[in-house]
């Protein structure tokens, strides 16, 4: 089955720790993106990256960080700067860089207190 | 900057009806559009893209238009079904921008 899998599913973690995300895809798909939602807002993007070993900030990347060391995987990490953790956070893949249908993973729900 | 804006935020209508979905975008220098479906605590499920150069596509009872020109897409859904309920978003990637602008999606419920 090809698709994109994030896990956990729902993570809960202590305010002033650091939290890794994880994001696979089996797809082949050259482009990975993490994308943050929040209740009333449009999906806000976070980090994304074209090719292995490079990424790109994308509108909201304070507080968070990621990497590209393999094709198939991008994790991200959210860090104790991170001021509004709390949210919905899902994976997307595409083909190529610009102008390709994205497909998303199940999202990951974090939960700081 | 791109801004993309979905009206209305909810909708309900009774099963069986034919319907549509509205998304207006401000800048029409646009590669493509994008309609995808959510489904509560879910991630989203890809429904249609169109390129920029496509007045329409079509999957099954979804029909997407597409004109640039206005800043407009609209999301067509026939005969209805229960099962169709779920948050429909729409996205465009703008020229000279490599990512997705979205709007904050219309609330399907399809009424028994």
């Known amino acids: 089955d090809g698709g994109i899998t994030q896990s956990p599913k729902y993570l809960f973690r202590k305010e002033g720790q650091n939290v890794t995300l994880s994001c696979e895809q089996n797809l082949n798909h050259d482009a990975m993106y993490w994308y ?78 | 900057k791109q801004e993309v804006t979905q009206i209305p935020a909810a909708l309900s209508v009774p099963e069986g009806e034919n319907l549509v979905l509205n ?21 989203l499920t890809s429904l249609l893209l169109i390129q920029s150069s496509q007045r329409e596509q079509t999957s099954g009872r979804l029909n997407a238009s597409l004109d640039k020109s206005s800043g407009r897409s609209t999301l067509y859904i026939a005969a209805s079904q229960p099962g169709d309920s779920a948050t429909y978003l729409c996205a465009v990637t703008a020229f000279g921008n490599e990512k997705l602008t979205f709007g904050t999606g219309t609330r399907l419920t399809i009424i028994p």
């Open chain 2, 23 to 43: 998304c207006s975008f401000t800048d029409s220098a646009i590669y493509n559009l994008q309609w995808f479906r959510q489904d509560p605590g879910k991630g």
């Open chain 1, 36 to 113: 943050r939602q929040d209740p009333g807002q449009g999906l806000r993007l976070i980090y994304y990256s074209q090719i292995v070993n490079d990424f790109q900030k994308g509108d909201i990347a304070e507080g968070y960080s990621v990497s590209r060391e393999k094709k198939e995987s991008f994790p991200l990490t959210v860090t104790s700067a991170q001021k509004n953790p709390t949210a919905f956070y899902l994976c997307a893949s595409s083909m190529g860089r610009v102008a390709y249908e994205q497909y998303f993973g199940p999202g990951t729900r974090l939960t700081v207190t």
